[in-house]
Nanobody
Framework: QVQLVESGGGLVQAGGSLRLSCAASGTTFNINAMGWYRQAPGKQRELVAR???????QYADSVKGRFTISRDNAKNTVYLQMNSLKPEDPAVYYC??????????WGRGTQVTVSS
């Protein structure tokens, strides 16, 4: 199994930056894609960004040009650099990892709050 631990969440002002990290441990050699989802109160969980083993990326339209996802396979860690944060960005951000079989693992989430 894969265990995920997120870090880097917190309170920032609008226009500020934050970097989230998610470290995977356990049976990590089967990891394929890694990504970040978010869920705001009363909203559905949505994909923010995703990156494959081959570094192909996918972003939600709302964050394109502002967020950057990256990964360090040697450290089994995925990052989300968030710049120019907006009032609509606050949410609980969840790390997601899927293995080659298609099974998904989730982190417990980290809170991102943006103040105006």
């Amino acid at each position: 199994q894969v265990q995920l631990v997120e870090s880097g969440g917190g309170l920032v002002q609008a226009g500020g930056s934050l970097r989230l990290s998610c470290a995977a441990s356990g049976t990590t050699f089967n990891i394929n894609a890694m990504g970040w989802y978010r869920q705001a109160p009363g909203k559905q969980r949505e994909l923010v960004a995703r990156i494959t083993r081959g570094n192909s990326t996918q972003y939600a339209d709302s964050v394109k040009g502002r967020f950057t996802i990256s990964r360090d396979n040697a450290k089994n860690t995925v990052y989300l650099q968030m710049n120019s944060l907006k009032p609509e960005d606050p949410a609980v951000y969840y790390c997601n990892v899927n293995i080659w079989s298609g099974f998904h693992y989730w982190g417990r989430g980290t809170q991102v709050t943006v103040s105006s």
